[in-house]
T-cell receptor, first 113, second 114 residues
Framework: ETGVTQTPRHLVMGMTNKKSLKCEQH?????MYWYKQSAKKPLELMFV???????ENNSVPSRFSPECPNSSHLFLHLHTLQPEDSALYLC????????????FGSGTRLTVV | AQSVTQLDSQVPVFEEAPVELRCNYS??????LFWYVQYPNQGLQLLLK??????LVKGINGFEAEFNKSQTSFHLRKPSVHISDTAEYFC????????????FGKGTKLSVKP
């Protein structure tokens, strides 16, 4: 399997639930990202991991908790979310210093009820 | 801070017509420029990129873009569109060479009609 794989593709959760989004890349990249894509809003960069260390957290609420156990895997742990958190969550990876763009997964469509 | 402006939120065109999707960025420092396409319920797919060299860049699916440093623009063009080109297109810039984060525009929805 190649590219960036995200699971699940769709997730419906209540505001009191705890769930996790998973991202896996098979490209040998050394950086991974979480983006949020809401209707009528630009893509929002949430977290950046470079060499498994978090290098950026763009003022994301603490109900979103990222985890990067190794260079191939990235998780987004969710708890006590709000309906406005419903969105498409996209994972991406890149090779720092490689000059290229990012490779994106297909996303997880999250609905908070 | 770097910003990307896509002037048109929606562009309707007829099949086989030419199309241009406009993109301007704010910084005049060294940047890498990208166009991505997003089909419904999919992630973003790289169409083309400009890193250096020739200002005219050719990508997949017959798209091309031209880097204009003086106008800080990177417009996307296709001479003849197909129904299958209906999608949302995002322009993105990575400043500081390859070390900066990718900053996206708000996207342009291209709708190709028969």
């Amino acid at each position: 399997e190649t590219g960036v794989t995200q699971t699940p593709r769709h997730l419906v959760m209540g505001m009191t639930n705890k769930k996790s989004l998973k991202c896996e890349q098979h490209l040998g990249h050394n950086a991974m990202y979480w983006y949020k894509q809401s209707a009528k809003k630009p893509l929002e960069l949430m977290f950046v991991y470079s060499l498994e260390e978090r290098v950026e957290n763009n003022s994301v609420p603490s109900r979103f908790s990222p985890e990067c156990p190794n260079s191939s895997h990235l998780f987004l742990h969710l708890h006590t979310l709000q309906p406005e958190d419903s969105a498409l969550y996209l994972c991406a990876s890149s090779q720092d210093g490689g000059g290229g763009g990012y490779t994106f997964g297909s996303g997880t469509r999250l609905t908070v009820v | 801070a770097q910003s990307v402006t896509q002037l048109d939120s929606q562009v309707p065109v007829f099949e086989e017509a030419p199309v241009e999707l406009r993109c301007n960025y704010s910084s005049s420092v060294s940047v890498y420029l990208f166009w991505y396409v997003q089909y419904p319920n999919q992630g973003l797919q790289l169409l083309l990129k400009y890193l250096s060299g020739s200002t005219l860049v050719k990508g997949i699916n017959g798209f091309e873009a031209e880097f204009n440093k003086s106008q800080t623009s990177f417009h996307l063009r296709k001479p003849s569109v197909h129904i299958s080109d209906t999608a949302e297109y995002f322009c993105a810039v990575r400043e500081g060479g390859s070390q900066g984060n990718l900053i996206f525009g708000k996207g342009t929805k291209l709708s190709v009609k028969p």
